[in-house]
């Protein structure tokens, strides 16, 4: 495997479910980035770790809960999600947070929607 | 609120034109600034970032960058059906902020 690599690529689910998104980054990075993608809206940062420690959450509802056990590892977890949270959802990774490392490589993406 | 604006088109042009893409930015402690494509469908693919004012070339893509104006641009010459796709201009004085993306296509 090489880059950023994402599971699953779609699902579905209920509002009632649980589920996972996983990422995993094959660059050797210390930085990694959960971003939602709705349509005709621009890309909204959801957590960024940065060497396993979250550094940023923008004011994600709690439903979201990222987990990252080592710095190739994202998780996202899901719980009692809503028809709007309905998106694609994205990994990132980089080098660093820091200028002139912060330059990002995105995953393919789950395309996520909620019944 | 830190703001990223592009137009979002679409911008046609002619197969072997130049495409300009245009990005403003509201941060004026913005100190990197990305540009990427993404094809329907796919994931974001960087090609280009820029820090310094200024020029940068790669290949058929070009990155200005008018700190002053707080605008960046990105020119493709030779533009090619390929290239047709949306592209994000990206800025960051810490998190990254996206623009919506200007959609770009290249007719035969």
């Known amino acids: 495997e090489t880059g950023v690599t994402q599971t699953p690529r779609h699902l579905v689910m209920g509002m009632t479910n649980k589920k996972s998104l996983k990422c995993e980054q094959h660059l050797g990075h210390n930085a990694m980035y959960w971003y939602k993608q709705s349509a005709k809206k621009p890309l909204e940062l959801m957590f960024v770790y940065n060497f396993k420690e979250q550094t940023e959450n923008n004011s994600v509802p709690s439903r979201f809960s990222p987990e990252c056990p080592n710095s190739s590892h994202l998780f996202l977890h899901l719980h009692t999600l809503q028809p709007e949270d309905s998106a694609l959802y994205l990994c990132?990774?980089?080098?660093?947070?820091?200028?002139?490392?912060?330059?990002?490589?995105f995953g393919p993406g789950t395309r996520l929607t909620v019944l | 609120q830190k703001e990223v604006e592009q137009n979002s088109g679409p911008l046609s042009v002619p197969e072997g034109a130049i495409a300009s893409l245009n990005c403003t930015y509201s941060?004026?402690?913005?100190?990197?600034f990305f540009w990427y494509r993404q094809y329907s469908g796919k994931s974001p693919e960087l090609i280009m970032f820029i820090y310094s004012n200024g020029d940068k070339e790669d290949g058929r893509f070009t990155a200005q960058l008018n700190k002053a104006s707080q605008y960046v641009s990105l020119l493709i010459r030779d533009s090619q059906p390929s290239d047709s796709a949306t592209y994000l201009c990206?800025?960051?004085?810490?998190?990254?902020?996206f623009g919506k993306g200007t959609s770009l296509l290249v007719t035969p």
């Open positions: 990206a800025v960051t004085a810490g998190a990254l902020n």
């Open positions: 941060d004026r402690g913005s100190q990197s």
């Open positions: 990132a990774s980089s080098p660093t947070q820091r200028l002139g490392g912060n330059e990002q490589f």
